[in-house]
């Protein structure tokens, strides 16, 4: 079950907590992956540690061209066409809304959202060819419950599940899915920034008690790409502990 | 020119899965033959592959039938 030996895969933001867990856990399934983020040598650490089958291909997301290209570049190093694309990298500029500033907003809907289309867009060719493919949007929880201090990422993250769910029935009759998987709180350099009394507090409304990991993320992740998702489409896996229930 | 037509007849009959006398240089791709604005994608992009040629967004939308593409290709190639 959901083995991806000889599959292709583009994961965006793997230099951070979720994304490097993704890259490792399709990795591990026997797809090869390449491994886009802004920081180059934690990139290279990583394409290190997974060995064979892992390339670095650096990309600042905030760049419209640079993104445009990264499908091009990952399939250069990978040797073959793209079968899964994980748009995960994500960024975030919190505050009221009331001090948010035009700027603010633009650059989380940038990096967040309009890097998806144009990277789902740059897929779409190749996928349509090749009948098959596997977009995978990392939005979250807050793109459907909302969070306050959050207006523009949880702005961006609830475009992602609009345009999955457009994109997945374009393009359903050609084979390619179209998918997000939604993760809830995840212990990750993000969540490690919050106090003592913030932890409490969202704990208390977790039913299952604790943080995420990186790993829950990745094995939903894992499943959406794999050959037996193939019927699964427009959909959003929310994976948080039972903190919210949709 | 001939050579342009045939090629695009045959790559019209193999996606739309037509018959190839329905395939004429008057018939539209969606109405008389019954493609969807996907399978219009899709033929473009085999047209751009036959004929090695790139056939440009703002073309494409001006593309709706058999003999608009045949003109397009024919003045390209």
Known sequence: ?????????????????????????????GASVALSGTRKEKLDVLVEELGERAFAVPCNLSDAEETSALVGKAEEALGAGLDILVANAGITRDGLLMRMKEEDFETVLNVNLQSYF?????????????????????TSIVGVTGNPGQTNYAASK????????????????????????????????????????????????????????????????????????????????????????? | MADVIERVKKIVVERLEVEADKVVEAATFQEDLGADSLDLVELVMAFE?????????????????????????????
Do not use: W
Not at chain 1, 122 to 134: F, L, N, V
């Open chain 1, 1 to 29: 079950m959901f083995d991806l030996s000889g599959k292709t895969a583009l994961v965006t933001g793997a230099t951070g907590g979720i994304g490097g867990e993704i890259a490792k856990t399709l990795h591990a399934r």
């Open chain 2, 49 to 77: 592959e036959e004929f090695a040629i790139e056939i440009p967004d703002e073309v494409q939308e001006q593309i709706n039938s058999v003999g608009d593409a045949v003109k397009f290709i024919t003045e390209r190639v």
């Open chain 1, 158 to 246: 609830a475009g992602m599940i609009g345009f999955s769910k457009s994109l997945a029935q374009e393009v359903a009759s050609r084979n390619i899915t179209v998918n997000c998987v939604a993760p809830g709180f995840i212990a990750s350099p993000m969540t490690d920034e919050l106090n003592e009394a913030q932890k409490t507090h969202i704990l208390s409304s977790i039913p299952a008690g604790k943080l995420g990991e990186g790993a829950d993320i990745a094995a939903a992740v894992a499943y959406l790409a794999s050959n037996e998702a193939g019927y699964m489409t427009g959909q959003t896996l929310h994976v948080n502990g039972g903190m919210a229930m949709l």
């Open chain 1, 118 to 138: 144009r990277l789902a867009k740059s897929c779409m060719r190749g996928m349509m060819k090749r009948k098959s493919g596997r977009i995978i949007g990392i």
